[in-house]
């Protein structure tokens, strides 16, 4: 609630301001108000069409409500515009995975296993795309690698609806807890 009100407040203070809109948007996006998210997303993408949070969080929004063409599309023009960000290819690999698309998120996620054998590619990513595909075994070995290199951004995003797959899993609570979050 806090940081809807901070949101909301630095939306007001300065609404042209893309990054503001963006922060907005991704808070709403982690409190479930997908709708809200969305509105702020389309704001930030009025202001900078190729805005990295704007085009996440409207891709997540849209694909957790299930409208899951806009969910791809958005996706797919975010891979499309940052091809070498494999942060954004692991969001298109989850935003097919929850369409459906067990084809396509598939080889996004061979793609990204290939691409891990030249480059770091931080197992957090790989798990989204597992947790989705319902390999929730492999998405929890990822998570595990994840807090042996101390990733930042499992700490920061373990709240975030991109986990709700995980959820029911006896072993979410347990890293929850490993992380000091319980």
């Known amino acids: 609630a806090e940081a809807i ?18 922060v907005a948007a991704l808070v709403h996006y982690h409190a479930r108000e997908y709708d809200r998210a969305i509105e702020h997303c389309e704001r930030v993408l009025e202001l900078d069409p190729v805005s990295f949070m704007g085009l996440l969080t409207i891709s997540l929004s849209y694909a957790h409500e299930g409208r ?20 954004l290819q692991a ?9 459906g698309s067990v084809k396509e998120a598939r080889e996004v996620l061979a793609a990204m296993k290939q691409r891990a054998r030249t480059d770091y590619v931080a197992p957090i990513l790989l798990s989204w795309v597992y947790a989705h595909l319902n390999e929730i075994d492999l ?24 986990y709700d797959p995980l959820r029911p899993d006896p072993r979410f609570d347990i890293l929850v807890g490993k992380l000091g979050l319980a």
Not at 147 to 162: K, N
Request: aromatic residues 8%; glycine residues 8%; hydrophobic residues 45%.
């Open 68 to 87: 899951y063409q806009q969910a791809i599309g958005y996706a797919e023009e975010s891979a499309r515009l940052s091809p070498s960000v494999v942060f």
């Open 139 to 162: 998405a929890f070995e990822c998570l595990d690698r994840a807090y042996e290199e101390r990733s930042c951004t499992l700490a920061l995003g373990i709240r975030a609806p991109m």
């Open 5 to 22: 009100t901070a949101a909301t407040r630095g939306n007001e203070l300065d609404p042209l301001a893309p990054a503001i809109s963006g």
């Open 91 to 99: 969001l298109l690999g989850v935003v097919y995975a929850m369409a």
